[in-house]
């Protein structure tokens, strides 16, 4: 299990690296992103954070969102009219957007499906990323539907 200071200490280098110093408040949006894996939106995280950091504002729980999905530690993830929501899941993964509850989750991809997908991209282009995305229903939720 990752410790809050190894956390921070990488969140510290990856900002260095990216000419950034850690603050306050990006250690908490990055602790709230790390300690409840759901992939929540911006106005998520703000409640989440409010209790630790009382005087913490939305502007600023955007800007620490956007500085980390800069700095390749948080990647956003859109649907269709919704609002961006964030992943601190780094490892090649696709989602499931469960429609019925609003619920993200990650799903494991098998070794090489992504180089796979991306071969058969027409000659001359190189995808830079990939994005897969199943939108349903649990399937508890789809049956009990149809009865």
Not at 15 to 36: A, C, F, H, M, N
Not at 75 to 97: D, Q
Not at 118 to 141: C, M, N, T, Y
């Given at each position: 299990?990752?410790?809050?200071?190894?956390?921070?200490?990488?969140?510290?280098?990856?900002l260095s690296d990216s000419g950034l110093r850690s603050t306050p408040q990006r250690e908490v949006i990055?602790?709230?992103?790390?300690?409840?894996?759901?992939?929540?939106?911006?106005?998520?995280?703000?409640?989440?954070?409010?209790?630790?950091?009382?005087?913490?504002?939305?502007?600023?729980?955007?800007?620490?969102?956007?500085?980390?999905?800069?700095?390749?530690?948080?990647?956003?993830?859109?649907?269709?009219?919704?609002?961006?929501?964030?992943?601190?899941?780094?490892?090649?993964?696709?989602?499931?957007?469960?429609?019925?509850?609003?619920?993200?989750?990650?799903?494991?991809?098998?070794?090489?499906?992504?180089?796979?997908?991306?071969?058969?991209?027409?000659?001359?282009?190189?995808?830079?990323?990939?994005?897969?995305?199943?939108?349903?229903?649990?399937?508890?939720?789809?049956?009990?539907?149809?009865?």
């Amino acid at each position: 299990m990752v410790s809050n200071t190894d956390r921070s200490g990488a969140l510290a280098q990856r900002l260095s690296d990216s000419g950034l110093r850690s603050t306050p408040q990006r250690e908490v949006i990055y602790s709230v992103l790390l300690g409840k894996r759901d992939h929540p939106t911006a106005e998520e995280v703000f409640a989440r954070a409010k209790p630790e950091m009382p005087m913490i504002s939305m502007a600023t729980v955007y800007n620490c969102l956007e500085t980390l999905v800069q700095c390749d530690l948080v990647r956003t993830v859109n649907f269709e009219r919704g609002p961006t929501r964030y992943c601190p899941n780094l490892y090649p993964h696709a989602h499931f957007h469960d429609e019925a509850t609003g619920a993200t989750h990650d799903v494991d991809l098998p070794p090489g499906l992504l180089e796979q997908v991306k071969s058969i991209l027409p000659a001359g282009f190189d995808a830079s990323s990939v994005e897969i995305i199943f939108r349903g229903k649990a399937r508890a939720q789809a049956e009990a539907h149809t009865l």
